[in-house]
């Protein structure tokens, strides 16, 4: 079933096919890289809804974030294909997921 998203008022559709290989990428990538909660990355850049079967919105809000440094809250479980929640120490919202091939490991 193609999953849909209403973001801006436009109708953004992802393919299951492209789901299953973002839950793939995501799990290989935290093992690669022991990805873990309290895990620090660096947020590089910034991506569009759907994109490579990522299944969230990336926000006006998220854009502040590129270039920081923040720890892993979260590893959404449930719904890996939403990303990886980030703590962005906010008091009204914790945290925002972000996809994992915008991030990167801080050693």
């Known amino acids: 079933m193609i999953t849909q998203m209403v973001i801006d008022d436009e109708l953004v559709e992802i393919h299951p096919d492209a789901i299953a ?3 793939a990428g995501q799990a290989t990538w935290m093992k690669q890289n022991k990805v873990e909660v309290g895990t620090k990355v660096k947020v590089t850049s910034v991506t569009k809804a759907g994109q490579d079967g990522w299944c969230n919105n990336f926000t006006e809000e ?6 920081a440094t ?3 809250f979260g590893l959404n479980d449930k ?3 939403r990303g990886l ?3 962005t120490k906010k008091k009204e919202l914790i945290c925002y997921s972000f996809p994992y091939f915008v991030l990167e ?3």
């Open 21 to 23: 290989k973002y839950k």
């Open 85 to 87: 929640a980030l703590d």
């Open 62 to 67: 998220m854009k502040k974030y590129v270039g």
């Open 79 to 81: 719904h890996p294909e």
């Open 70 to 72: 923040l720890k892993v």
């Open 105 to 107: 490991v801080i050693k």
